[in-house]
């Protein structure tokens, strides 16, 4: 009943969660509709548009502000005291997001295949592994967006987790485009694919590597994309394991009277 | 007691994950930005079926008209309308953008005319004064026998900054692809729906991987609907040529194919790569560059001997037939004060090195894919087109004899 | 120095060893830091009630933090029931109710409760249970099913104290646990309390109201700026006393003639206000200055009480 209460509240905390959900399931909508051309007979644009919208831009908005709404209000002072282990109280936090998470793609799902069967256009093959691809990417950005959140206030680990990629990417992209000797930016991008959130290994696990401009082609090996999707839990473990460690060693009061 | 057992639980449970890690690391890790010699494709007996079905269905079809995107992953885009009609006839729109005007290239099987619908772009064979007096109402006329001559090549030629075509339109004519010998092999990739259209995809192997091309072949018409090739030099180059509106059975009127130029219109020569070229007398540029066996190479140590200096790239035909050549002439003449020297700043080393020990070539060899051994090639000797092999003869007291560009079979 | 009411020798519930606590801002110098506890000792034995009384910036709300495992100390130990503060086994018979109460704004009371007593591993039937008991005892069946964002700050605390013994702990820490209550609801609370330690619940409070942990607690500790100032129970500080008395006249020349100056705290020509640390002493202070020829109207004996004596020790601190 511990377990089913944590989760529960990850869902009701805000009044805006449910909000988010209809609204993200109508833009997946919106963009099939819309702009997906009825010649287009490939998912990969689509899976791209759900992966970063699902799996990323959705883990900001349900994650923020986890355990800084606690921490900020005061909360947490009540929670801490309850008979809970810190990682207990992390990990079902976690779980709740990703349970979320997991119902938000199937209904996604859902209403793909309604639209296509109703418009008649585009396709739904290796729709379910951009779907499976976005899940894990969503959960990985929620252990990082979570852990964060322990130690910055309010909703800040969603906005700072947002400026931090955009930021990275950007300068990276400019790093990339104007050195030549390709050895200085490989330990950038060494990190990016390996310490950061996995984009760019769950998007090939997903894509395949029939990606345009992609330098092999092929659907992914299976021991690639076991190798994919290993990384990315392992990822989401070190993350969550940071958060834990946090919540431990942070000391909470509101007053010093 | 408990904790003791906790804690083994808790290692053993790390202990797993790291190694899983570490695992898939590895196989992640294995990034086909590299080459390696597992790039090699051994040849398929369907696959190649495949291939060889492609190139025969282009070159028996009567009449061929399709739209070609070439692209590349810096944005830059191409567009062709390619009608071919046999026996030797073809017209290539070539625009970079559907606003802008065409340059059209028609050709009935002797000669070819290419000409621009208003202003023409600036070239890289142009110089202010020239193009300033042959900027419009001029065309260009060469002869281009059929089956001799490769059409995509002379789009390239031009130096124009598009992608150019990958597969050449000379094939329905005839034309042998000059890379035809240097494939490895063929295999499959398996079947694929390309855009709703059932596709076999098979990859073709080139020069020990240095190129590799992947071709989505249709089930229905054998013909292409996508082609990528990825050129593994320093960098690695893809492009991709997308087929679509693809016609074999219409009749392409002949006036399309056919072209005279309008009245009070000139005809223009167009600098061919050796015009740009070092000129006799002129100082050879220095150069102090890293060479293929770890030392360096300098071009004044060579003072006092005759040098001649061959600028070459794995991926050439013309330069995989003359190294060969030049390494027997190199050793035949390596006590009469002649000294062959090879200049490579474009490959991957490992490719190149690889080809210099298959070929046992001994002569030195600057290798380095470096900006200034670039800036050396395109700036100080001139080949602005890049057109390889380039031959620089320099006498003992470092000044240009002869400078020529490309391979003719049984050259002296 | 152990506080303990009785002397029969209790279990402490609560053990505090020379607690220190600086508060500093990371990346502040030495000079920025700020000691919120010096060497404080603690001892709390089962069914006993506490009040920390202090000023503000006393430490009162540090030491209660401690105890409750909300942050660690610099120096020293603190257990509850044997466990250190933070642990699982600390927690599980320890109830907190913080000064500024906050709840899920979405959530009722009930899913509140609901939402703590799983927390702290209770069953269905047993948070049913110990809600229709407490609901009952703090008044709180007509908000029950109102949502938390309505409540007025008097609901708040009757929540907060409801989500504190949810799970029947044995060490209770309440830190201003009257703040909004109406008078009814103070005395609801008290008696509340009162119930609480007569089943042999541990309370710590903390509270600015004097008079009402005088009706409440048996011991007290008085703390200033970090510090324990005194350790005090209820009798002993029904010790201390002034006496007041009013003249005829001559009061001046009758405190310079019989008394010391340091037992006398006021005078003025028709009145004297003499301190007593015995009210035995009543009676011979009276012969004393009737002897001396004071002319004596009236005669009041007005016993310390506790904001008495926080006053004093106030000012003797500074």
């Not at chain 2, 392409?252 to 005279?260: D, E, F, G, R």
């Not at chain 3, 906050?102 to 409760?113: E, K, M, S």
Request: with cysteine.
């Amino acid at each position: 009943m511990r377990k089913y209460e944590l989760i529960r509240e990850t869902f009701c905390r805000r009044g805006y969660i449910w909000i988010v959900h209809v609204v993200w399931l109508v833009l997946y909508g919106g963009f099939w509709w819309l702009f997906l051309p009825e010649s287009e007979k490939e998912v990969g644009d689509f899976g791209r548009f759900l992966f970063i919208w699902g799996g990323f831009f959705l883990a900001l908005a349900l994650s923020a502000g986890i355990f800084g709404d606690d921490i900020s209000s005061g909360r947490i002072c009540v929670l801490i005291t309850k008979p809970l282990s810190h990682g207990e109280l992390y990990l079902c936090r976690l779980l709740g997001l990703s349970l979320q998470a997991a119902a938000h793609f199937i209904l996604a799902g859902c209403i793909i295949v309604i639209l296509r069967f109703v418009m008649r256009k585009g396709s739904i093959e290796h729709l379910g592994i951009w779907l499976f691809a976005s899940w894990l990417l969503f959960i990985t950005v929620a252990a990082l967006s979570t852990s964060l959140s322990v130690v910055v206030g309010r909703i800040y680990n969603s906005l700072l987790i947002l400026v931090v990629v955009v930021t990275v990417y950007f300068i990276l992209g400019l790093l990339l485009s104007s050195m030549h000797q390709k050895a200085d930016t490989g330990i950038l991008t060494a990190f990016i694919r390996y310490a950061w959130p996995p984009f760019e290994l769950l998007s090939k696990f997903a894509g395949g590597e029939y990606g345009k401009y992609s330098l092999t082609v092929g659907r992914f090996s299976v021991s690639k994309s076991i190798a994919c999707v290993v990384h990315s839990v392992f990822l989401t473990v070190v993350y969550s394991i940071i958060g834990i460690i946090l919540l431990r060693k942070r000391q909470f009061s509101r007053q010093r009277d | 007691m408990q904790i003791k057992n906790n804690i083994k639980i808790w290692v053993t449970v790390a202990a797993i994950g790291l190694i899983l890690e570490g695992w898939a690391f590895y196989v992640v890790s294995a990034s086909p930005e590299h080459w390696r010699p597992s790039m090699i494709v051994n040849d398929e007996p369907e696959a190649r079926a495949l291939y060889d079905t492609m190139i025969e269905t282009l070159q028996k079809v009567e009449n061929l008209s399709y739209k070609s995107k070439c692209s590349a992953p810096d944005g830059r885009v191409c567009t062709y309308l390619i009608q071919l009609k046999k026996p030797s006839a073809f017209r290539i729109d070539v625009t970079n953008d559907p606003s802008l005007k065409t340059n059209t290239l028609v050709g009935n099987g002797d000669w070819l005319w290419i000409y621009w619908q208003g202003v023409r772009p600036y070239l890289i064979v142009d110089d202010a004064e020239g193009y300033q007096k042959t900027r419009s109402e001029v065309y260009i006329k060469k002869a281009s026998p059929a089956g001799k001559n490769s059409i995509a090549r002379e789009i390239d030629r031009l130096g124009i900054i598009w992608n150019g075509l990958i597969l050449d339109p000379s094939i329905f004519h005839g034309y042998e692809d000059p890379f035809e010998p240097y494939i490895n092999g063929v295999r499959s990739r398996g079947p694929y729906n390309y855009r709703g259209e059932a596709c076999d995809i098979i990859e073709v192997s080139y020069m020990n991987a240095q190129r590799t091309r992947y071709f989505w072949i249709s089930k229905e018409d054998h013909l292409p609907r996508q082609i990528k090739q990825i050129d593994r030099l320093a960098e690695n180059h893809v492009r991709v040529e997308e087929w679509s509106d693809i016609k074999s059975k219409i009749i392409i009127p002949q006036h399309k194919v056919t072209w005279s130029p309008p009245e009070g219109w000139r005809q223009w020569h167009v600098p061919g790569p050796d015009d740009l070229l070092l000129k006799c007398g002129q100082k050879a540029p220095e150069f102090d560059l890293p060479s293929a066996d770890g030392g360096r190479i300098k071009l004044s140590d060579y003072r006092g001997k005759t040098v001649w200096l061959c600028m070459w790239e794995c991926g050439r035909p013309g330069c995989r037939k003359v190294l060969p050549d030049l390494q027997k002439f190199y050793e035949e003449n390596k006590d009469k004060d002649l000294i062959v020297l090879g200049f490579n700043c474009t490959d991957n080393k490992k490719i190149a090195r690889r080809f210099v020990r298959e070929n046992a070539l001994t002569f030195p060899n600057v290798l380095d894919p470096s900006e200034d051994a670039e800036k050396v090639m395109l700036r100080g000797y001139n080949n602005k087109t890049k057109t390889l092999p380039l031959h620089t003869l320099i006498d003992a007291q470092g000044n240009v004899m002869d400078a020529w560009c490309g391979y003719v079979e049984g050259h002296e | 120095m152990a506080m303990s009411n009785n002397d029969d020798k209790q279990a402490a519930v609560v053990e505090c060893k020379k607690l220190t606590k600086i508060y500093k801002k990371l990346l502040a110098g030495k000079s920025k830091a700020v000691c919120a506890l010096q060497d404080i000792s603690l001892s709390v034995g089962k069914g006993q009630i506490v009040g920390l009384i202090g000023p503000n910036g006393a430490g009162k709300s540090t030491l209660l933090n401690l105890i409750a495992g909300l942050i660690f100390p610099n120096k020293g130990s603190v257990a509850v029931c044997g466990h250190p503060a933070r642990s699982i086994q600390a927690h599980k018979g320890l109830g907190y109710m913080p000064e500024h109460p906050v709840f899920l704004g979405r959530y009722t009371a009930r899913a509140v409760l609901r939402y703590h007593g799983a927390l702290s591993g209770m069953t269905r039937q047993a948070i049913s249970h110990q809600m229709d008991k407490l609901t009952e005892k703090l008044q709180m069946d007509e908000y029950l099913d109102r949502c938390c964002m309505d409540f007025s700050q008097g609901m708040k605390q009757r929540l907060a104290l409801s989500i504190a013994m949810i799970n029947d702990p044995k060490v209770l820490l309440l830190d201003e646990p009257s703040n909004g209550l109406d008078p009814i609801g103070i005395i609801q609370l008290r008696n509340f309390l009162k119930e609480l330690r007569a089943a042999g619940t541990t309370i710590v409070i903390s509270s600015h109201r004097l008079g009402e942990l005088e009706q409440l607690t048996s011991d007290y500790m008085f703390m200033y700026r970090g510090q324990v100032v005194s350790f005090a129970d209820k009798l002993a500080c029904g010790h201390a006393g002034r006496l007041r008395i009013e003249l005829v006249s001559g009061g001046n020349a009758i405190a310079e003639k019989l008394l010391s100056p340091s037992k006398v705290l006021s005078v003025s020509d028709t009145e004297l206000e003499i301190a007593v640390d015995d009210p035995g002493e009543v009676p011979d202070i009276i012969i004393d200055l009737a002897k001396g020829g004071a002319r004596m109207m009236g005669v009041l004996l007005e016993r310390e009480n506790i904001e008495d004596v926080f006053v004093r020790l106030c000012s003797e601190g500074t």
